[in-house]
């Protein structure tokens, strides 16, 4: 097992702190792939990755490297902690140091014993965060009335707790019946509540790389957007929240009633299409004049 850390892990952690010579640069999560998917599977390893950090952390004259170490240290503590062995050592460690990202780490490693572990490793858009040195990531978050805002996150923010941070900023009576899509490519899928945003992101990338690989073997790159949307109607009931009908009830289901999914007699039919005409243009009447 020993070995196998020196070959696997310590080797690109050096080649990203800059202490062995690497032909890859630090763009992309390459390396950072390599350092943490083994402590995230083998519990055994997750020491040893924290003990080698602080190690390359202490006494470094390499003003560089050291600033490389500690963006290693911030991704570490937000995906996994040490046994309880090392736990005091690495606290403590984090608590007597002065820079900066030491204290934003210790919080994060606290973060990290209450919520638990990830599955993955770090997205890119972590790693790129904090090769930015920003500790702090906000996420642009859509909705159906066309509006969108962003929002912070973090690597231990679970899906549920998203959701329920975007129906406080929205002033929403429930989060209940909402969720969090994520499209990628031609791909919409719902974010389990229970899994970290993150997780799941990365995961989904993951799968679509695979499924469409490149012809010269380089690796794509895809965006992705977050939505917000109702996905559950059981327990939707129409005007009794204001701001759910106005940002996503009515944008929701008003092209389901344009396609005929919602059966409704004529009358029906004509007073709803007036309200969609006073919905889209006030009391204007110009546009009437187009209606045949």
Not at 77 to 92: D, H, N, R, V, Y
Not at 114 to 125: A, D, I, S, W
Not at 200 to 228: C, M, N
Request: a positive charge; glycine letters at 4%.
């Amino acid at each position: 097992m020993l070995n196998q850390f020196v070959s696997l892990i310590l080797v690109p952690l050096l080649k990203y702190m800059g202490d062995l010579p690497s032909r890859r640069t630090r763009t992309g999560n390459e390396l950072t792939d390599q350092i943490y998917d083994g402590p995230l599977k083998h519990e055994i390893l997750r020491d040893e990755i924290y003990c080698q950090i602080m190690k390359q952390l202490t006494d470094n004259k390499n003003r560089l490297s050291e600033e490389r170490g500690w963006e290693l240290m911030w991704l570490a503590t937000g995906l996994f902690a040490p046994s309880q062995i090392l736990l005091k050592e690495l606290t403590a460690f984090l608590r007597t140091r002065r820079h900066p990202i030491a204290v934003d780490s210790l919080q994060r490693l606290q973060k990290t014993l209450r919520t638990g572990q990830r599955k993955y490793p770090p997205h890119l858009v972590e790693v790129e965060a904090i090769q930015h040195k920003t500790t702090q990531i906000f996420h642009k978050v859509y909705f159906p009335d066309d509006t969108d805002e962003a929002f912070e996150v973090d690597s231990s923010t679970r899906a549920k707790d998203f959701c329920q941070n975007i129906s406080q900023r929205l002033n929403l009576r429930s989060a209940e019946g909402f969720s969090l899509f994520v499209k990628i490519a031609d791909k919409v899928i719902s974010v389990p509540e229970g899994d970290f945003f993150f997780d799941f992101v990365r995961h989904l990338t993951d799968w679509i790389r695979k499924a469409r690989p490149t012809r010269d073997g380089s690796i794509p790159q895809f965006t992705y957007q977050v939505f917000f949307m109702k996905k559950l109607w059981t327990n939707t009931v129409p005007g009794k929240d204001r701001n759910a009908d106005i940002i996503f009830h009515y944008h929701q289901e008003l092209p389901k009633l344009l396609r005929g999914y919602h059966k409704c007699s004529k009358e029906e039919a004509a007073r709803l299409a007036a309200l969609i005409y006073r919905v889209r243009y006030g009391e204007s009447k110009v546009e009437l004049q187009s209606i045949p």
